[in-house]
Every structure is written in C-alpha cells, then in structure tokens.
C-alpha cells in the first residue's frame, strides 16, 4: 500500500459518521436541521497540483475551482468557502486576491473565513479551500451508486488540461484553450444540479478518467469496460491510440464522469456535450477497449496522489 | 501595515456575506436551513504553533483544540470537521492519527473528510482543519458586541502554556500540568454553550490574553482597562509585575475572554473558574492598572502571526 492509501485505512476508522460516506466519495454530505450540505476540502501544492510560474490569479481560480468541482459532482449548489493560506510576498498575495475575487464574483460564493500563517521562504506553497454548498433536493449522488448495465458517461471534452501543462512547461506549442484548461478549470455546476436527479453515481474527473473511472467501479463494486475511441478528446489530443490514452490519463479536466441507466431520460446542455464512454458490467475488472478489441492497461491510469 | 493585514484588508472585499462577519471573529457563522452553522478553518505549522519535537498525537490533538476552541467561543457543539494532512512518514502519519482518534473520541466530533498531500521532505510541516458546529439557539456571540461598562472575563487560569512551551524548548523546568497546557490545549466547549446566552461579546484567548482583549475592545468599538493582579495565574508562573505580563502574553491558554453586563447572572462551573479581569469603557484605547496604578504597556502583547 502506498503512504496516502495506509494513512487513510487508518483514518477511516475515525470517520464511522454516514456523512463521511466511508472517505471514498469527493465529499461529505451532513443533515444539518432540514437541509443536506455537501462539505470538501481539496488543498493544492506548488509545483505537484500547479507550476510555480503559474500566474497567482490563476493559482486562486483552480484552488477554488477544484473544490467547487467536488461540490458540482454532488449536484450541490456553493454556499461559501473558507480559505488556508500561506502568505507569500505582498504582490503574489494581491495577485492571489485578485484572482479569487474573480472566481468568486463568477460563481456568485462568498468567502466566509479561514486562516492564514506565515508562509516558509524557499519551500513550496502549500493553499487549502473548503467549500461548503447545498445538497439537491433529491440527496447529492455518492461515486457508489453505479448499477450494472448502467452506461459511463463524462461531460465536456477530454485532454486539453495535459496539454496545457506541456504547454506550461514548455514541452510543447498549443492552443490558448488548453493552457487555460490546465490553470483555469471550469467546474461543472450547473451540469452538476440538473444531472443528479437523472443518475446513479456521480463524481469529477481530477486524477485522469481513467483511474478515475475505475474507482467509481470499484466503489460501486461491479466492473467497468470504457472504448478509448469513445472519449470525446480536447482540440489538440493526438487522434490515435496512444493519444487518447495519454488524455484519459493526463487528469486535471474536472468534467464530471457519472453512471446512469441505459434508458435514462438526460438534460442536455447547449455547449457542453455529454458522450457515452463505457458500460458497468457484472464482472469486476476494469477492461479497455477500442475498435480492435481489448487494449492493454497503461501502467499509469492517472495521479495517485489524490484531489 | 503588516503584510498580513495588507492581505486580510485585500480578502475582506470579497466576504461581503454577514456570515463572514467582516472575517474579525473567531469563525463565520451560516444559516442554513432554520440551522445556524459556525464554520472555523485554523492551521498550524510546525516551528510556529508546535515543535518539531512534539510527539504527533499531541500535534493532532492540538490542532483540532484550536479549532474546537473557537466553536466554544461561539457557543457551539461541534458536528464534524476535515483535515488538510500534508503526508509525511508512516510512523509520525499513524501516531498522528491515534491523536485524532484521542480528541475525536473525546468530544465526540467525526471526521467527516479532507485531502491529503504529498509532504515535502525537509520543509516544516503544514496542517489545516475546518470544523463545523451547530450554534446556540439563542445565536453565535460574536467578539464585536462588548458594551460599556460590561465586566471582562475569563475561565480558567493564564499562562501554563507559556511555560509548557519553555518547557519544551529546555528552557527552564516546570510541572507536567504546563507541558500538557502547551501540547494538549483543552478547548471550553461545555462552559462556551452554557456562557452564550448571558454574554455580551466572546472569542478565545489563543495569541495571548492581553492582546485578544485589545482586539475585542478594538472591534467591538470602545476602551478596555484590564487589572494585571486580578489575572487568574496558572500553577508556576512568577507571581509578580514582569510574571503577569508574560503570563498575560505568552498566549495558547485556549481560554474563554468574555463580555458581560454587571448585573449579569453568570453560572458557575466546579472546576472551572470564571474571573473579572477588567472593564469595558466609552473612551477608546487599551490600558493596564495593578495595585500601584498606571502600568506601561509592554511592547509585545501577545503573538501577531493569528491563530
């Protein structure tokens, strides 16, 4: 087991709550009086979850973005964050408001309070965002739910956040899109609210689709087989096999990834496609494959490191 | 100005929501339903707010007694918290969890999520906690509603922590007692629900007695004398001016500082005491008296770093 999956087993022990949802799903969902709140907290690190060249603006929007991701694959509505913040020099911190001040504005979510400490020269920033929001109506879906036979489908398009990053690091030329896909995410909160009542399990795709994928599978306990030709890919993905596995791996698309009945009567949405990518099946195994039949596993499905 | 109040002055445009209350109270308290939440995020660094020696079951612990501590500052009962972990070794992971396990159980309070990150080897560790709580039915106090002439209070005794910390650093030699103030803070949760509705004005004394006074007299508008021999010492510390003032300003007692009318019917707790230290007042500023009047206020009054 590696490190974060031995801590937590371990933790889990301290989380028997129902609301916890066992610490598998991307939340936690607490009953408080008559109203059900969706509660996450998502932290993001230099140089691991962003690039220390990134703009600080942009380092705000995706520490929000990511969290409110969390609540959109709950179908829950954003009601405040509270922000932990290391501070740096006076610029980056102004910069960093900026950029919150933005997002916020954007999603119409105040910012209640947090905390900040003296941030450690010459160390990477470390910044935590909790977010709270309000359950739909109908329960916010749990990543356990899918039903065999269900169809696997994803929203949006997939990829374009890795080519954002090799963008950023130089590794490569691409389109403004992409870059913007890597250090601006759009959460999926409106597709979030209208799908939930229409599924039955649901979560974002931050890891990669792939590994993300299987793990719906594996908490819902049943099998999943996902056509690589199906993926709906980002402008610039490389059309071929080893391109369209390079982007269901590359993570960071924050789409949403939801099972739901193949007779299930679905929202659509104007500019946002949403695309059948795979089926959940009896057989447990996470199986992939394209128009030539099965195709081998990558070693890597996508992060491990969680968030 | 600071550079973490040019920064907080930056955030406070974008906590326009009353729930944020403006961010100068110890937490920000949501409605949500017909409920009242109270929602804290505090973090705590390694070097700062713990030291590195410090066994990891005591670290956990103390980071969720900071954030109880302000929850029983506004009169709530906890319901859950997340953790920010930033991983480091198995050993000090696991010791870290069976400190969690120590307060959760101990309070009663799940862990409901959080997220976990890759720790970066050889920079001081990083730790953040939101936790949530139901407020009083009669309504979170907050630190802004001190009124003249209302008496100033606090529970418990002053200064044990400041000496566990010199304890800890080899300082000096001191009873277990303080040691155990330092490294396992004790938040006052039961007087902080059962005090509520006979207050005023409330926050928790976590930088230092002196200087969280001056901030509730600050807030709340109006002047403060506070009287250095009526502080409630704890075991160990000098007794006499210099004593008191260190006592006063050594900070992490993670006692109640409240505001109450003269007249108030205060209850009493067995074991806890509750004692008058000072008076509010129309003319602003903040000042100390003893026996033989007039005391020069000390340069430093408490930690300025927030907590």
Redesign the interface.
């Known amino acids: 087991m590696s490190?974060?999956s031995?801590?937590?087993a371990?933790?889990r022990?301290?989380?028997?709550?129902p609301?916890?949802?066992d610490?598998i799903?991307d939340?936690?969902v607490?009953t408080?009086?008559?109203?059900a709140?969706v509660?996450?907290?998502?932290?993001?690190?230099e140089g691991?979850?962003y690039l220390p060249a990134d703009p600080p603006e942009d380092v705000a929007w995706k520490l929000v973005a990511v969290n409110l991701s969390d609540l959109a694959a709950k179908g829950a509505r954003p009601?405040?964050v509270?922000?932990?913040?290391?501070?740096g020099e006076?610029e980056w911190?102004?910069r960093f408001?900026a950029g919150?001040?933005d997002i916020?504005a954007h999603y119409d979510v105040?910012?209640?309070?947090?905390?900040?400490?003296?941030g450690?020269m010459g160390?990477?920033r470390?910044l935590?965002l909790?977010a709270?929001g309000?359950a739909p109506a109908g329960g916010a879906p749990s990543r356990t739910g899918a039903q065999i036979d269900d169809i696997c489908y994803v929203t949006g398009a997939i990829g374009a956040a890795g080519i954002g990053l090799a963008v950023a690091l130089g590794e490569r030329s691409g389109p403004a899109s992409a870059l913007a896909a890597y250090r601006r995410p759009v959460p999926r909160l409106a597709e979030g609210r209208v799908l939930a009542p229409h599924i039955n399990a649901m979560m974002d795709v931050s890891d990669g689709l792939l590994i993300d994928a299987m793990r719906m599978a594996q908490a819902s306990g049943i099998g999943l087989t996902i056509d690589l030709d199906a993926v709906p890919l980002a402008p610039a993905c490389p059309d071929d096999q080893a391109g369209r596995i390079a982007a269901a791996s590359a993570g960071d698309d924050y789409e949403l990834l939801f099972a739901a009945p193949v007779d299930a009567m679905l929202p659509s949405f104007g500019d946002v496609a949403i695309t059948a990518i795979g089926r959940f099946q009896a057989e447990e195994g996470f199986v992939l494959i394209d128009r030539d039949g099965p195709v081998e596993l990558p070693t890597r499905l996508g992060y491990e490191?969680?968030?």
């Open positions: 490190r974060e031995i801590f937590i371990a933790l022990g301290l989380a028997r709550d609301a916890a949802r610490l799903d939340a936690a607490l408080v009086g008559g109203t709140l509660l996450t907290h998502d932290m993001i690190v691991v979850h009601i405040g509270l922000l932990g913040y290391a501070l006076d911190n102004l408001v919150l001040r916020l105040p910012l209640l309070g947090g905390d900040t400490v003296a450690q160390t990477p470390m935590g909790t709270i309000e490191h969680g968030a």
